[in-house]
T-cell receptor, first 118, second 113 residues
Framework: GAVVSQHPSRVICKSGTSVKIECRSL??????MFWYRQFPKKSLMLMAT?????????EQGVEKDKFLINHASLTLSTLTVTSAHPEDSSFYIC??????????????FGPGTRLTVL | AQSVTQLGSHVSVSEGALVLLRCNYS??????LFWYVQYPNQGLQLLLK??????LVKGINGFEAEFKKSETSFHLTKPSAHMSDAAEYFC???????????FGTGTSLTVIP
């Protein structure tokens, strides 16, 4: 249990276009999801915390108008990179918190999405 | 403030040798601690976690870690390295239920045949 999927796994887009990445909790309801960005050979940088039915909380330095996060249901959060530029190219990973029992202190990670902006 | 320090961004061991990956944390309250493994172009997989129960935690794939409060450490070990253990390893700290994770900078493990 506690499986998280991401779609797409890879996406290539032209500069100036927008890209939507989906994060789904497949076998549990996630009241909280997290979005991370990972640069090559680097650690995960938390971008924002997404709570179902409310606005996302963005970390300092993350442009909320550029990285739109929507958590419309208990199993789906989306990250939209608007007007993407080459510097937005990165590996984006989502995670979800399973509120059941002793799993509440864990985060379950998706497989990641590789975004390449040409 | 909470933080995690992983000493050694790259560690190389021979196949069959002991694996030791170091993690020290800073936390104002008793922490929850985690080790994750990441293979290329994949997400993070939980190896093990410490959540204030037993200080010696056993995880998957033969890994274990010991929580030492006096040393603020949570080092990851495996008695005998396999080629399949080559990956990136991340240590993370959380303040507890509902709180965000703080990740270390990662340690890349290379296993030499």
């Amino acid at each position: 249990g506690a499986v998280v999927s991401q779609h797409p796994s890879r996406v290539i887009c032209k500069s100036g276009t927008s890209v939507k990445i989906e994060c789904r909790s497949l076998d549990f309801q996630a009241t909280t999801m997290f979005w991370y960005r990972q640069f090559p050979k680097k650690s995960l940088m938390l971008m924002a915390t997404s709570n179902e039915g409310s606005k996302a909380t963005y970390e300092q330095g993350v442009e909320k108008d550029k990285f739109l996060i929507n958590h419309a249901s208990l199993t789906l959060s989306t990250l939209t990179v608007t007007s993407a530029h080459p510097e937005d190219s990165s590996f984006y990973i989502c995670s979800a918190r399973d509120p059941r029992g002793d799993r509440y202190n864990e985060q379950f990670f998706g497989p990641g999405t590789r975004l390449t902006v040409l | 403030a909470q933080s995690v320090t992983q000493l050694g961004s790259h560690v190389s061991v021979s196949e069959g040798a002991l694996v030791l990956l170091r993690c020290n944390y800073s936390s104002s309250v008793p922490p929850y601690l985690f080790w994750y493994v990441q293979y290329p172009n994949q997400g993070l997989q939980l190896l093990l976690k410490y959540t204030s129960a037993a200080t010696l935690v056993k995880g998957i794939n033969g890994f274990e870690a010991e929580f030492k409060k006096s040393e603020t450490s949570f080092h990851l070990t495996k008695p005998s390295a396999h080629m399949s253990d080559a990956a990136e390893y991340f240590c993370a700290v959380s303040l507890g239920t509902g709180n965000q994770f703080y990740f270390g900078t990662g340690t890349s493990l290379t296993v030499i045949p």
